[in-house]
């Protein structure tokens, strides 16, 4: 059954702003870990950022601090990922994935759901 849903990518101009969603249909009332990662052309999956569904603690990889932003509404089950200041290098197919316990980083075993993704694609 799926379980992630992404939302919101597409195709902008540098300088540009996004807003992607990922949904999560399967949430339940435990606290675990949300994470967003992205996979440029050609290159391995790369961790982007996360956070806590209920604490909300969230934590960013160092080539997107300050640029990208991690929010969530509980109440829909949603979690967002907010892009600024978008370049060409931050192309790719952005991810959710949802952590087996609370932990959020970039090792790939805290993982047990992947959404399907969503194509972001920005030009110069």
């Known amino acids: 059954q799926v379980q992630l849903v992404e939302s919101g990518g597409g195709s902008v101009q540098a300088g540009d702003s996004l807003r992607l969603a990922c949904v999560d249909s399967?949430?339940?009332?435990?606290?675990?870990?949300m994470a967003w990662f992205r996979q440029a052309p050609g290159k391995e999956r790369e961790f982007v950022g996360g956070?806590?569904?209920?604490?909300?603690?969230?934590t960013y990889s160092d080539s997107v601090r300050g640029q990208f932003c991690i929010s969530r509404d509980n109440a829909e089950n949603t979690a967002y990922l907010h892009l600024s200041s978008l370049k060409p290098d931050d192309t790719g197919v952005y991810y959710c994935?949802?952590?087996?316990?609370?932990?959020?980083?970039?090792?790939?075993?805290?993982?047990?759901?992947w959404g399907q993704g969503t194509q972001v694609t920005v030009s110069s």
């Open positions: 994935a949802r952590a087996r316990r609370g932990n959020i980083g970039a090792d790939l075993d805290y993982y047990d759901t």
């Open positions: 399967g949430r339940t009332c435990r606290d675990y870990g």
């Open positions: 956070l806590t569904w209920l604490g909300g603690a969230t």
